[in-house]
């Protein structure tokens, strides 16, 4: 076998991740290997530099790349005293005077997220910040034009395709004046690596027509995990002081809703709670505590007792028994007992009343002169009357009838509060004013609105032509609404509500990991089904928790799971940042979650580098061993610029 070296130098570097990943990539073709080494990686970060040092295994640059004016649009002011423009003999320097043979470029996606505005996305900051993508790449292009690099890829969020439209064309245009053959095209990095959360990157791909002819194919996708298939390897979190795996102290009212959040979903599921002045109708949180195991509880007749105890009482455990046997005393046993007809009786005692037994009888037969005395009582038409007697008033007996007769004769005031059909004619027109007087009332068809049928707070069919526009166009002036179809954003509803307070299932895959990832910030909650062995959850004998209180809780969710955020350690391993089984020699530079968390969320995953690694990788040792053409039943990375990046370029 003859082993090939593949050099990959690093722009916007940020903790080296995405290094480890192609530290990690291997490739083979024949009897050729590749073996990845990494020579540099430039960023502006020192926490950035120090984590890059550590996982790509080679030397980080502290450097900026901006230009004069980006930074004084980037920061507002003036660069310090002794701040200059990098420059490629920067680039050189920082790459150990080697050249790379693939060029990886991260740069910053904070302006071309979907998370920022369209609003706040044109500010110079931003701007500067965008266009900090385009001078990394030239800089990339011109400290190696004399010796081309063989490939190039960038890596950003997928919202730069269109909110980066016109850097993008620039960028490519810089890649076609240096000889590449480009692609753009879009992966899911959770799909690449295999990893428990679906990462959606955009992904540019630069290949150097004359050093490297041969296809360059896809990596191949595999299956997302579910995060409980990832988190299961890492030990249940406690109440740690320090540590990334530490839980974080949350607001009391935090831990409820995350409780009452059904996995899966988000703080919507709020919305089904019953809620009174401020309190839970139908639900109530108690402590857990397993030395009043069985508090109420009922035991079976066959089923033998606890130990009793001084404190043996109902509330206290299982002091309770399901007893099959009949009271012995009758009496007792039927207060206020009501016997059957065919029943026979208890026994008669001197206490026999409707409150000490079975003294009350269903008697069938009906009360004596109730066929007679039926107050208020109307007789059918057709039916006999009861005897007359000397009564006043319908309330002393059935002396109500049904009389079937209007009392008018066969054709007098036939049209009273009659109504003429619209195609109808109307009856004769006399002096009665009054719709009691005569047929003087029609069913009119129209809309009693007043923009031709329009009506007010009328909802026009999404096929429908609207009503005219005017001045007062308003839904209660006219047909003003619109009966749309179409959901949020192209069916994902969760893009106009971000899933705050989101708990995700532990067979399922997490969304992507971004920098900001926090519980109510996101689906960043787990419905964890571990069984927690701490003593720092055990209940206490005291009151609930003030709603402002922080503190760390478990409270089992309706699903009889913990609901609880992920730690920072368990969104590394989302991201495939370090192997499952040596989670705890994991670190990363510095003290502060938030600062780990957005250096986690802005990380490539390596297991996602490495794949592409390997097909880069298969593609240079090709070209290194004179083929041009490797059938493969993979797809080809990019079909529309497949001749582009397969043929070579004519003399």
């Known amino acids: 076998m003859i082993e090939k070296e593949i050099r990959v130098g690093h722009l916007c570097c940020g903790s080296g991740f995405g290094a480890l990943g192609f530290r990690q990539g291997s490739a083979r073709v024949g009897n050729l290997t590749a073996r990845f080494r990494n020579i540099g990686g430039i960023d502006v970060d020192p926490a950035g530099i120090a984590d890059f ?6 030397k980080g640059t502290l450097l900026d790349l901006m230009s004069f004016e980006q930074y004084v649009a980037f920061h507002g002011r003036k660069p310090p005293a002794g701040w200059r423009e990098a420059t490629p003999a920067d680039i050189h320097r920082a790459m150990g005077f080697e050249r790379p043979h693939i060029w990886f470029i991260s740069a910053p996606c904070k302006g071309f997220s979907g998370l920022l ?31 081309p690099v063989e490939f190039l890829l960038f890596e950003n969020v997928p919202r730069i395709a269109n909110r980066g439209r016109p850097l993008l064309d620039k960028i490519e245009a810089i890649l076609a004046h240096y000889g590449y053959a480009f692609a753009e095209t879009t992966h899911d990095c959770g799909e690449l690596g295999g990893l428990a959360q679906s990462r959606k990157r955009f992904l540019l791909v630069a290949r150097h027509r004359e050093k490297v002819p041969p296809f360059l194919y896809e990596p191949p996708k595999r299956r997302l995990k579910g995060v409980g298939e990832i988190l299961e390897k890492l030990p249940v979190p406690g109440v740690l002081t320090e540590g990334m795996h530490r839980l974080p102290r949350l607001q009391w009212k935090t831990w409820v809703r995350l409780a009452f959040v059904e996995a899966g979903s988000d703080w919507r599921s709020l919305n089904k709670l019953k809620v009174k002045d401020g309190f839970l109708e139908d639900y109530g949180i108690v402590p857990q505590s397993d030395w009043r195991d069985g508090i109420l509880g009922v035991l079976g007749w066959d089923q033998y007792s606890g130990t009793v105890t001084a404190s043996a009482e109902a509330t206290n455990g299982r002091f309770n028994i399901a007893d099959p046997r009949p009271i012995d005393a009758t009496w007792q046993k039927s207060v ?23 003294f009350s009888v269903a008697d069938p037969r009906a009360p004596s002169g109730a066929g007679e005395y039926q107050q208020y009582g109307v007789r059918a038409w057709a ?36 109504i003429v059909d619209w195609d109808e004619m109307a009856k004769t027109v006399t002096g009665a004013h009054q719709v009691q007087g005569g047929g003087l009332s029609v069913a009119d068809p129209r809309a009693s609105g007043s923009f031709e049928g329009g009506g007010k707070y009328r909802v026009t069919a999404f096929d429908e032509a609207a009503g005219t526009v005017i001045g007062g166009s308003t839904t209660g002036q006219g047909a003003f609404a619109v009966a749309d179809p179409r ?25 992507s990991v971004p920098g900001y990832a926090k519980y109510d910030r996101g689906a960043w909650s787990v419905s964890d089904p571990r069984f927690i062995f701490s003593t ?24 009889g799971t913990w609901h609880r955020p992920f730690t920072t350690l368990e969104l590394a391993a989302l991201q495939s940042l370090f192997d499952l089984e040596e989670w705890d020699q994991f670190e990363m530079h510095g003290e502060s979650d938030s600062a780990w968390r957005e250096r986690i969320g802005n990380a490539v995953p390596p297991a996602a580098a490495r794949s592409i690694a390997g097909v880069m990788g298969r593609t240079l040792l090709l070209a290194w061993a004179g083929e041009s053409f490797m059938l ?14 397969s043929v070579e370029t004519p003399a």
């Open 117 to 147: 505005s369209e609003k706040a996305s044109r500010h110079l900051k931003y701007q500067a910040l965008n266009e900090l993508t385009l001078r990394a790449v030239w800089l990339a292009m011109e400290a190696f034009k004399d010796d």
């Open 336 to 358: 206020l007992g009501v016997r059957n007809w065919s029943d026979i009786s208890g026994t008669v005692t001197g206490r026999s009343t409707a409150t000490t037994g079975a």
């Open 487 to 511: 959901t949020f954003q192209g069916g994902k509803a969760t893009y106009k509500t971000q899933s705050h307070y989101g708990v995700v299932s532990w067979d399922s895959a997490s969304y």
């Open 536 to 559: 720092s959850f055990e209940a206490q004998e005291i009151d609930l928790p003030e709603q402002d209180e922080r503190l760390v809780a478990h409270i089992t969710a309706l699903d």
């Open 53 to 58: 040092e550590r996982f790509a295994g080679c």
């Open 632 to 645: 493969s039943a993979d797809p080809i990375w990019v079909q529309p610029l497949t001749i582009a990046l």
């Open 383 to 418: 039916d006999t009357s009861g005897a007359v007697i000397n009564v006043k008033s319908p309330g002393q007996g059935s002396y109500a009838v049904a009389d079937p007769r209007t009392g008018y004769g066969a054709r007098s005031h036939q049209n009273k509060f009659h």
